[in-house]
C-alpha cells in the first residue's frame, strides 16, 4: 500500500458536505471524550493501512478507524474477456427405476442472483458496501446484482436423468481502491474544519462482475453418472 497526497482542495457535493458533517461532529465527541484512540481502534501505524481502508469502504468508518473518514473510487486498471459459469437450477429429473420403459417429463427450475465481489491479491474477500463510484471499465461501472430465472420441462428417458442449465456471464477487473481520506484542522476555534483531502490506496484488487449475459442449456447423463454441471 503506498500514500498519494493531492492538493488539499475544499470541493464539495451536497451527500459529502452531510457526510463530512457528521463525521465532525464524531470526531468533536471522539476529542471531547479523550477517545482518538479507542481500545477497538487502529494503531496509528496502521491507520492508512488496508485494513483500515477497507473499514472505511465498507461504512465503518469513524470511531472503529481512529475517526478515518473518506470517500472510495474504484480505479479500473485492467479487464478481462467475459466468461460464462453453468450452473443447474432446481432438482433434476430421474428416470432410474429399474424396468422402467417410458421417459419421464417434469417442469423443472429456479431464480439465482448474483452479486459483484471484491478480493485482494492474496484472495482474502473485502467487504466492500461503500464504493461511491468506479472510474474505468465503463460498461460496468455501477455496483451490479443480476437476477436470473431459468425454467423449462425436462425429458429423462429410461435410464437417465436430466436437468436444467443456465450460463450466466462474468467479468474479472483488477485495479486498486482510492480513498480520498478527509483532512482535518482540529485547532479550528470553532470545532474541527475540513480542509481537503489525501489519497490513500488498497492496492491489487480484484472485482468480479456479472455482465447480466445468459445462455441456456441443459444436462443429461446416465442414471450411474455424475452430472457434468454443478448444482
Known sequence: MHTDTNTMTPTHTPANGRRRLAAAAGIAGLVLAGALMPATAVSADDRFGADNLNRVCNGDAGMYTSGLTGDCTFE???????????????????????????AISSQVGDVRSFAETWKSGGGVSLEIKKVFSIEGGAEYSQTRTTTSERRDTVTANPGRKAAVTLGTGFV??????????DVWDNGARWGPRWVGTEAHYIDDVHRTVPTGYTEKGQDEVGCDSDFRVPA
Open 76 to 102: 479500473v486498471q485492467g479487464e478481462s474477456g467475459e466468461r460464462v459459469d453453468w450452473l443447474r437450477y432446481g432438482e433434476p429429473v430421474s428416470n432410474c427405476n429399474p424396468g422402467t420403459t417410458t
Open 172 to 181: 474479472e477487473q483488477t485495479g486498486r481502491i482510492r480513498v480520498d481520506v
